[in-house]
């Protein structure tokens, strides 16, 4: 079973929303779609994620990507981020932005490419925000089965 793990400091960032829009041809030139994200701060941790992963299969003696199309991946991710100083003590779990799903997206799209060929191979995740310092995501990928191609 190939498995890697690696820690990203970095603060998580969540995917967002993406917005479009058409820039007119020029000349007769056909139209074009831009579609950008409406969070600047995410291509910098995509980039950072990226890096990690690659030292991590580096370091694994593991080749790139570490599963090929059709071969089943889980994910565990684990989500660190600072407890501002509003929050009381008393609440342990982090039940406030960013969402859970928008920081997976981020981050399952940032390893895309690098730990497996295509994100649908990724037949289980799990996910959890905490509290802590200093702020990371702490992540764990397995193989968990065998190309049925």
């Known amino acids: 079973m190939k498995q890697v793990k690696f820690t990203v400091y970095a603060r998580p960032v969540p995917q967002g929303s993406m917005k ?19 969070n600047s701060k995410l291509k910098p941790f995509r980039g950072e994620v990226t890096r990690e992963a690659m030292v991590a299969l580096r370091n694994a003696g593991l080749s790139e990507p570490m599963a090929e199309k059709h071969v089943p991946v889980s994910i565990v991710m684990d989500f660190y981020l600072e407890r501002p100083a509003s929050i009381p003590k ?23 490419g690098i730990l497996y060929a295509d994100d649908a191979q990724i037949v289980e995740i799990s996910a959890r925000k905490h509290y802590g310092v200093p702020e990371r995501v702490e992540v764990s990928a397995t193989i968990i089965g065998e190309s049925l191609f």
């Open 90 to 112: 008393k609440r342990k779990e982090m039940v406030v932005k960013p969402d859970c799903d928008k920081i997976c997206r981020s981050t399952i799209d940032a390893l895309t």
């Open 20 to 38: 479009g829009f058409v820039i007119k041809g020029k000349w007769g030139a056909k139209d074009r779609a831009i579609l950008t994200s409406d």
